[in-house]
């Protein structure tokens, strides 16, 4: 171990942004007095309006949490059959297509971005494709233009899992006015929280309608149950926690965007160490600080760093590891067989989420960084000097 001290207690790779638990005591005063505590109460109603404006979005519902919101976005839109999405993703993305009876059709990703890649998508369409799930992965949004375009041509329904995209913006247009449906998490793990919760964003009326009704049974009104419903209802005390949590979303933003700045300072200059590049028309989401790391140059693997972090009480993360094409679940579809992603086999090896959060101290984000020096090792050629790296810096 390098002369570097670990720290006395254990920095995760997130922490969620609590505001004063005065401010929170505040709006449960007000819920007590109402007694009422979910059904789309008053503070659903406001934290919906709010959040729609603030994601600059025409329309928006509530969730419960954005896996159930996934699910119901596949309702809404009737998809079925097929579904193309990515591999590099969290569980939850494809597995709400099999919660919908959906067979997920593995498409590679792009080697710079690794959201999906639109180049490969039009070849994995057949007769049952229905739609696309594409992820913004790291809040880095998907070529949305070509995706579009290819959609457009074969009829097929775009939804976008923004999880990890809450208030990006593409030339100022939020990210949710994309495709016909997105959604949003608000899991704790996430910039915006409510501890869970989640939100679809889509464009017209006619979608809102419906998708209100499926996130509550299917209820019309008293005399009529019109679809097959689910319980997706974020209840009063999330909503609430929520309009407090979006009153410091800005302030957790420019926190961890100065944290951002002392990473890229100090590490964009290690061989072997490849940071995401965002586009400057793009307004970044802040929500992980994900870097890439080539066994070959730096001599270690990620694993290996990831492993020994954690002897400097440092608890990074493999996002997204397994790939979900590798889960026992899917690995026997053909899409997900190994020669079909390639991309997405070498990006899952070398993919490591840093420590990033508003309150993380600034001397800590410099400290994780000398600690990844210090685990460089120039002169071998890897613990695993078979690795098999393409060149994926483009
Ligand atoms: N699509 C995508 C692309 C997603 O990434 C996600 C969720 C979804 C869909 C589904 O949305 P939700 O249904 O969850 O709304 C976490 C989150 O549970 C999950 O929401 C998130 N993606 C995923 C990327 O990360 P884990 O298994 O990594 O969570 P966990 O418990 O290990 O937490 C990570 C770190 O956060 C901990 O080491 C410490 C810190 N933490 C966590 C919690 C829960 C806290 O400090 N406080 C907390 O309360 O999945």
New binding site residues.
Partial sequence: MSSIKPFDEKV?????LLPSLQEIAQELNEIWEARWLTNMGDKHQLLEERIAKYLKVPSLSLFN????A?IVACQSLRLSGEVITTPF??A??PHVLSWNNIRPTFCDIDPKSMNIDPERIESLITPKTTGILA?H?FGTPCDVAKIQEIADRYGLKVVY?A??AFGVEIDDKGIGCFGDIT?F??????LFHTA???ALSYGGSVLKNRIDLLKNFGIKNEDEVVMPGINGKMNEIQAALGLVVLKYVDEERNNRNAIKDIYISNLKDIEGVTLLEREISVKDSCQYFPIRIDERKFGRSRDYVHDKFKEYNV?T?K?FYPLCSDYSCYRQLPSAHPSNLPVARQVVKEVLVLPYYGRLPAEHAVRICEILKSFRSPCSFGDNAEVDHLSLKN
Wanted: hydrophobic residues 40%.
């Fill in positions: 995760f790779v997130t922490r969620p949490n954005g896996t159930i996934l993703t969290f939850a993305s992820v992965v899992d999880a990890h959604m998490s608000f899991h704790a793990t996430k869970e919760g989640g608890f993360r996002y």
